[in-house]
């Protein structure tokens, strides 16, 4: 199949995704009240899968019940921010210095985010829910990482850390508590699972600080992988697939949960059958990391319409997310980091920024209101901005940085193959008469 027939079977493939979601979601009358009972209709569209409020689980139970019920949520997202380093592991020189540069950007950003939440927004009582916030912060800013990932200097991800939290906070405030989108009728922003705040905060951040970094020298990185690597990251993206329900409904009150659950994974399953079609169309064989970052598209972007929506219109969105995704990892990635001048090292744009819209604007169409668009212009507009005075921040403070340290983590560790021998040539390089230089943990 010649270049133009895969384009041409991957539009085709896209169209009949679109046309399925115009006709399962549009609605079909365009005066206010019927626009209105529409989003009434989404509204309870899925309201059979509710948790009756007359059982156990539901919304009217205890604080306690309900702060056990989102212990496991907060573990699972934890475990969740870990394997998003994992995804992102595959340059065989920079293993290591991404699992380290994970640890140090959540350790800055979660201290700094709960210290905001305390000391200026006066959130005394660390409940689950705040611990929620504060690692989906972290998680945020974990993603957004993966735009410049290798081109600065390690104790930088904890600089990054710290200053992104302010901006989170911002982002949060906006979408959940800001009164101007109300004052000026616009309406009230549908985000519970986080298209906006989280996918395309990272994303448009990243490209922020990827944009004042402007480090030209990553064209000619090869980013050689290894098997082994990139089996890390099938491992983490499947991993990733099962945990996201506690992502996505984690705020959510008990008995939305069961439908946010099985939402999340149609949409995912939806992702994972298009992205391999796309893959195979466009390219013949699947590349796996495109597959593995693909067929996440729809969990991304089935987080604004999370409750909007039936199973079945939850599949139609991930079966258009993972066809856009994909085509965005073939073709706009190279195109958009031409016209920029630098590289989107791990494709975040491609999944959290392409996904993130994907969600904005299925809640335009199935409610008839503008204000996802809208909300999601200024975030998107506002995180670039800060972003850049960000890493300007960080070029400023790099210092210098040689070809041998981009996407290199040799200068951050120690590698050898046996550290209680180097541990004991050290002693006796410096003490050569000393021949019973002890062990690592001895006196």
Not at 298 to 314: K, M, T, Y
């Amino acid at each position: 199949m010649d270049a133009g027939r895969k384009k041409l079977a991957a539009a085709i493939l896209v169209v009949a995704c679109l046309a399925l979601l115009c006709i399962t979601l549009v609605p079909t009358n365009s005066s206010q009240e019927d626009i209105a009972a529409n989003q009434d209709i989404a509204l309870s569209s899925g309201e059979e899968m509710l948790t009756p409020s007359d059982e156990p689980g539901s919304s009217d139970q205890s604080f306690t019940d309900d702060e056990m019920s989102r212990y496991s949520k907060n573990m699972d997202i934890w475990f969740m921010l870990m394997l998003v380093a994992f995804l992102m592991i595959f340059i065989r020189k920079f293993e290591w210095g991404v699992a380290l540069a994970t640890l140090l950007v959540t350790a800055g950003s979660f201290l700094s985010y709960m210290a905001i939440q305390q000391f200026y927004f006066g959130a005394d009582i660390w409940d689950q829910s705040l611990m929620i916030r504060g690692v989906i912060c972290s998680i945020t800013v974990v993603i957004g990482i993966g735009v410049f990932l290798g081109t600065i200097k390690m104790w930088q991800y904890l600089l990054v850390g710290v200053l992104f939290a302010p901006i989170y906070s911002l982002v949060e405030w906006f979408l959940t508590a800001a009164p101007y989108l109300n004052d000026l009728g616009i309406g009230t922003v549908t985000d519970p699972g986080g298209s906006i705040m989280v996918h395309m905060c990272a994303a448009y951040f990243g490209l922020g600080v990827l944009l004042a970094l402007r480090e030209k020298r990553a064209f000619k990185e090869p980013m050689y992988t290894t098997t082994h690597s990139v089996t890390f990251v099938w491992l983490a993206s499947m991993l990733l697939f099962i945990l996201w329900p506690s992502f996505v409904t984690s705020l959510l009150p008990a008995d939305q949960v069961t439908w946010g659950l099985v939402t999340c994974y149609m949409s995912g399953i939806g992702s994972i059958i298009t992205t391999y079609i796309i893959l195979e169309i466009t390219q013949k064989k699947v590349n796996p990391l495109i597959y593995t970052y693909a067929m996440l598209a729809g969990p991304v972007a089935i987080g604004s319409p999370l409750l909007l929506v039936d199973q079945w219109g939850a599949l139609v969105i991930g079966l258009v997310a993972g066809a856009v995704s994909a085509l965005a990892f073939v073709y706009l990635q190279p195109w958009l980091c031409k016209k920029m001048g630098a590289v989107d090292v791990m494709g975040v744009h491609n999944l959290h920024g392409v996904g993130g819209w994907i969600g904005a604007l299925s809640v335009v169409v199935i409610t008839g209101e503008l204000v996802n668009a809208v909300a999601a212009v200024c975030v998107a507009a506002l995180v670039l901005v800060l972003g850049a005075v960000v890493g300007l921040i960080v070029r400023f403070t790099r210092g210098k940085m040689t070809d041998e340290m981009l996407f290199s983590d040799d200068a951050d560790f120690i590698k050898t193959e046996d550290p209680s021998q180097t541990y004991i040539q050290t002693k006796l390089d410096e003490d050569p008469t000393n021949t019973d230089a002890p062990g690592p943990g001895t006196a």
